[in-house]
């Protein structure tokens, strides 16, 4: 069975910093994907990482793909509080089968 | 097309009623995925169709809950009996099977009190 594991589950930034989100998954993995969600909202695509080695930027946001390591990297640079969101991974075995989802980092940015 | 569109946005319901909810997809898109998100958790998949046939259903897709696409277009979704831990969002997504991006809808919010 895919599990999908994000670290942390909180994080509390300041404005003008940069972090970084964790996603872990258990199985060999077709690709993966980056989620915002805003409260209430629903589910806002934010990357799709196809390949080992992947990276891809939007903004302040940079996501990347170790396939090998099962791993991949959600990094916010330089953080403003319009970031502010959950933020989720989800994994895909193969083909167009179901996302399984990581249980989300709530994100907070404060002045 | 608009995207993937989901009926009603809200619900509060008796426990014991019947609800329904109403999912269409993006025209073109042949496959549809139910998830479940309770709060503060990832979404969690329930069940999803590849046209007209359900391929898949998860084990949290209890016998009274049953999704149904007719016409390979637009799904339901229907709790029997609810229960106070059937509140959650139901989110409705769908995709091309040939494709990679999934596309979900605004969510169905269920409040059983």
């Known amino acids: 069975e895919l599990k999908v594991e994000q670290n942390p589950l909180f994080l509390s930034m300041q404005e003008g910093k940069n972090y970084t989100i964790y996603c872990n998954y258990s199985?060999?993995?077709?690709?993966l994907y980056w989620y915002r969600q805003d409260p209430g909202k629903s589910l806002e695509s934010l990357f799709v990482l196809l390949s080992n080695g992947a990276v891809k930027q939007e903004g302040r946001l940079m996501a990347s793909l170790d396939t090998k390591a099962r791993l991949s990297t959600l990094h916010i640079t330089a953080a403003v509080h319009d970031l502010s969101a959950t933020y989720f991974c989800a994994v895909v075995i193969s083909g167009n089968t179901p996302l399984v989802f990581g249980k989300g980092t709530r994100l907070s940015v404060i002045a | 097309d608009t995207g993937v569109s989901q009926d009603p946005r809200h619900k509060i319901t008796k426990r014991g009623q019947n609800v329904t909810f109403r999912c269409d997809p993006i025209s073109e898109h042949n496959r549809l995925y139910w998830y479940r998100q309770t709060l503060g958790q990832g979404p969690e998949f329930l069940t999803y169709?590849?046209?007209?046939?359900?391929?898949?259903k998860s084990r949290l897709l209890s016998d009274r809950f049953s999704a149904e696409r007719p016409k390979g277009s637009f799904s339901t979704l229907e709790i029997q009996r609810t229960e106070q831990g059937d509140s959650a969002m139901y989110l409705c997504?769908?995709?091309?099977?040939?494709?990679?991006?999934?596309?979900f809808g605004s969510g169905t919010r269920l409040t059983v009190v």
């Open positions: 169709f590849q046209n007209e046939a359900q391929l898949e």
């Open positions: 199985t060999t993995s077709d690709r």
């Open positions: 997504a769908s995709s091309l099977s040939s494709g990679w991006g999934y596309t």
